[in-house]
């Protein structure tokens, strides 16, 4: 119990047949929240920074990966740190003296060649670091910053191209695109299943699922049995969080913080419960799904 490595974290997940929950964590009550949620239901969890997050807090990573790092070391659970859509290497050189064990490096909007090759030279300098390397193929739309060009709609990880882009850059997990989309605030995504057995029988590392707010539960589950091995979400914790702001800021004479961060924490926790419950214990078994 306590810190661990994200690549123990998804050996386990993969060897239990199962999926590993990574949250995003924006604030310490982020961090607090879901940790507590995993130590409600016993189970490991990823607490995950993005670059977004690191330049929230004003470009510094060192002053939330540390409050990170601290919740994880004493968590009754096994608890490990990624660092997420990072794009800047200078960021990604920061990872492991801040205490991560991984990273996703963040090419996905890059013509397939450009995405190669600069992952190909991050995965090589996260190995030379100890630090494990997560990368996308075929875009996850909905990011705040993508680029015009990059397809928000419709794209998805072609199955052999995303087997040769794993050997010719040795990243160790990659995101695919099968039907998710970054900050949805509903539970709409429709998955492409089909694609994500496919894609697991093709591909020879653990498969990452961006985007898993806007995926029902019912479509977790089947991703996970499909193949899925770690599972991102960001916008469903923000979306409780804020719902908890909103109703107790309605008492205009409110000041003190703790009193509205105090129920928008514990909704947190509640949300990470419940997402636990929904995508991580499921036992995959790559047999057809019932239609
Ligand atoms: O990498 C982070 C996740 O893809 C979060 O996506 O905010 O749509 O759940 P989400
Ligand atoms: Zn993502």
Same mark, same amino acid.
């Given at each position: 119990m306590?810190?661990?490595?994200?690549?123990?974290?998804m050996?386990?997940?993969t060897?239990a047949?199962?999926?590993?929950?990574?949250?995003n964590?924006?604030?310490?009550? +982020?961090a607090?929240a879901i940790?507590?949620g995993?130590?409600? !239901?016993?189970k490991?969890?990823?607490?995950?920074?993005?670059?977004?997050a690191?330049?929230? @807090?004003g470009?510094?990573?060192?002053?939330?990966?540390a409050?990170? +790092?601290t919740?994880a070391?004493?968590?009754a659970?096994?608890? %490990?740190?990624?660092?997420? @859509?990072v794009q800047? #290497?200078?960021l990604l *050189?920061?990872?492991?003296?801040?205490?991560?064990?991984s %990273?996703?490096?963040?090419?996905?909007?890059?013509?397939y060649e450009?995405?190669?090759?600069?992952?190909? &030279?991050?995965?090589?300098w996260a190995h030379?670091?100890?630090l494990m390397?997560?990368?996308e193929l075929g875009y /996850?739309?909905?990011?705040?910053?993508?680029?015009?060009s990059?397809?928000?709609?419709?794209?998805?990880?072609?199955?052999?191209?995303?087997?040769?882009?794993v050997?010719?850059? =040795?990243?160790?997990?990659? %995101?695919?695109?099968?039907?998710?989309? @970054?900050?949805?605030?509903?539970q709409?995504a429709? $998955?492409? +299943?089909?694609?994500?057995?496919?894609?697991?029988?093709?591909?020879?590392v653990?498969l990452?699922? @961006?985007g898993?707010?806007?995926?029902?539960?019912?479509?977790?589950?089947?991703?996970?049995? &499909?193949? #899925? /091995?770690?599972?991102?979400v =960001?916008t469903?914790?923000? /979306?409780a969080?804020t719902?908890a702001i909103?109703? %107790?800021?309605?008492d205009?004479?409110?000041v003190?913080p703790?009193?509205y $961060?105090s129920?928008a924490?514990?909704l947190?926790?509640?949300k990470?419960? $419940?997402? $636990?419950?929904a995508? !991580?214990?499921?036992?995959?078994? *790559?047999s057809?799904?019932?239609?």
């Open positions: 306590g810190i661990v490595t994200t690549a123990e974290l050996a386990a997940a060897a047949r199962c999926g590993v929950l990574a949250f964590v924006i604030t310490l009550e +982020h607090e940790v507590e995993a130590q409600r !239901s016993a490991p969890v990823i607490l995950q920074l993005s670059q977004n690191v330049a929230f @807090h470009g510094r990573i060192g002053p939330i990966s409050a990170a +790092h919740l070391r004493s968590a659970v096994d608890v %490990a740190l990624h660092l997420d @859509h800047d #290497m200078g *050189r920061q990872a492991r003296d801040a205490g991560f064990s %990273a996703m490096f963040d090419a996905g909007a890059l013509p450009e995405n190669v090759v600069a992952t190909r &030279a991050a995965a090589e030379g670091a100890g390397l997560e990368a /996850v739309g909905g990011k705040p910053d993508a680029p015009a990059a397809h928000a709609k419709g794209v998805r990880t072609d199955p052999a191209e995303a087997t040769e882009f050997e010719r850059t =040795g990243v160790d997990a990659l %995101a695919v695109a099968v039907g998710s989309s @970054h900050a949805m605030t509903s709409s429709v $998955l492409d +299943h089909e694609l994500i057995a496919t894609l697991a029988e093709a591909v020879p653990p990452v699922l @961006h898993s707010s806007g995926v029902p539960d019912d479509q977790l589950r089947r991703a996970v049995r &499909a193949g #899925m /091995v770690k599972v991102n =960001g469903a914790l923000n /979306v969080f719902r909103r109703d %107790a800021l309605v205009d004479m409110l003190d703790r009193t $961060l129920p924490r514990e947190m926790a509640g990470v419960q $419940l997402l $636990l419950a995508a !991580s214990p499921t036992i995959r078994d *790559r057809p799904e019932p239609a």
